[in-house]
C-alpha cells in the first residue's frame, strides 16, 4: 500500500479540501457511516485507516469504550492524536497490508475510504477476522466499483457526458480489476478495482456474513448545501457493506 499521506504538497490539499465544510465525506460519505454504526455502549472498536480521528470522536461520544486508530500516514496519526487527547484512544502508524503484525481484539472494526487502496483485499479480510470478537462486525466504506473501474490513458477529459441537461457517467473496464493510476491533488495516486461480485465474494470466502451493502446517495440536506450534489444520485460514488464475522 503507497502512502502519499506524508507527501507535503499532497497532504496540504488534502487538509485544504477537508476543511471545507462543503465537500463530498462531510455531506455524503461520513452520515451514512454514522447511520449504519451499531449500539456502540461499551465497545471496543478499531478504525482502520483513521486519519485525522475526527470520525473517532464520534465512537466515543456514542458509548464506545475505546477506540484505536492505524493509519499507513504519520502525518495522519500526529493529526488524531493532536485531536484526540483522550486515555480512550490510542493511535499507531501501520500499512493496513500488515496487519497481521497487529494484535487485539474489537467488537467492531470500522474503515472510511482506505480499502480502495489496498493491493490485497483477500488478506487483509482475513487479518480483520482475527481481530475481531466472536460476532463481532466489520463497516466500510470504499469508493464505488463504478468510479474506480474507468482505465484513464490521458486522452479523457472526463468521465461524464451532458445530453439534454441531463448527466450520463461513463463505465468501462469493469471487469478488468486490479491497479488504477489516477491524479488526485497534483499527485500519482494508486488505487485498486474490485467488482461488486469481488467484493462479495471476498467476504463471503472469508467467512463473514453480508447483514447490509448500500450504495451512496445525496439527501435532501446535502443537496440544499449543494444543488449539485442531486447529480450524484444518478450514479454512486462511495459503496458501503456491513459485515459479521461468522464463527468457525
Known sequence: MKNVYDNKTFFELYKNHRSESVNRNNLIENPIMKSLLPNLTDKCVLDLGCGDGKFDRFLIEN???????????????????????????????????????????????????????????????????????EDGILIFSQESPFKTAIIFDGKEQKNKIEIDGKIYYLLSDYQTEGERKVIWNKTEVTKYHRTYASLVNSLI??????????????????????????????????????????SL
Open 63 to 133: 458509548g464506545a469504550r475505546c477506540v484505536v486508530g492505524v493509519d499507513i500516514s504519520k502525518n495522519m496519526i500526529a493529526d488524531a492524536k493532536k485531536n484526540n487527547k483522550e486515555r480512550c484512544f490510542d493511535y499507531y502508524v501501520l500499512d493496513m497490508e500488515k496487519l497481521d503484525t497487529f494484535e487485539g481484539e474489537y467488537d467492531v472494526i470500522v474503515s472510511s475510504l482506505a480499502f480502495h487502496y489496498v493491493k490485497d483485499f483477500d488478506k487483509l479480510l482475513k487479518d480483520i477476522y482475527n481481530l475481531l470478537t
Open 205 to 246: 470466502n472469508n467467512n463473514f456474513k453480508i447483514v447490509k451493502v448500500l450504495d451512496s446517495y445525496a439527501s435532501e440536506e446535502a443537496i440544499k448545501e449543494n444543488e449539485n450534489y442531486k447529480k450524484e444520485n444518478d450514479r454512486p460514488i462511495f459503496t458501503f457493506f456491513i459485515a459479521k464475522k461468522n
